[in-house]
């Protein structure tokens, strides 16, 4: 089946975080599956925070939240 939509989306780049309990490993696992599948480059090694998070936690959210805000400006049509 042709997805017009997701082919537009090759190579565009990603990051994430992961919040958790106790573990990340399934879910980080997931999205890296999903997005390999659709061919996206991932922009910088994803934040993972286990439990509740701290200062070194939340400025690891804060540029990981600017660095995605910077390459979005980049985009075509942005």
């Known amino acids: ?19 958790g309990n106790n573990d990340t ?8 599956s999903i997005a390999t ?7 910088r090694d994803p934040v993972t925070v286990i439990g509740a998070p701290d200062t070194a936690d939340r ?9 995605a805000t910077a390459a979005a400006s980049l985009m075509p049509g942005a």
Do not use: D
């Open 1 to 19: 089946m042709y997805y017009p939509v997701l082919e537009a989306t090759i190579g565009r780049p990603y990051a994430y975080y992961v919040h």
């Open 25 to 32: 490993t399934g879910a980080a696992r997931a999205i890296e």
């Open 37 to 43: 599948g659709l061919r996206w480059k991932r922009l």
């Open 59 to 67: 400025e690891a959210l804060w540029e990981l939240g600017a660095t």
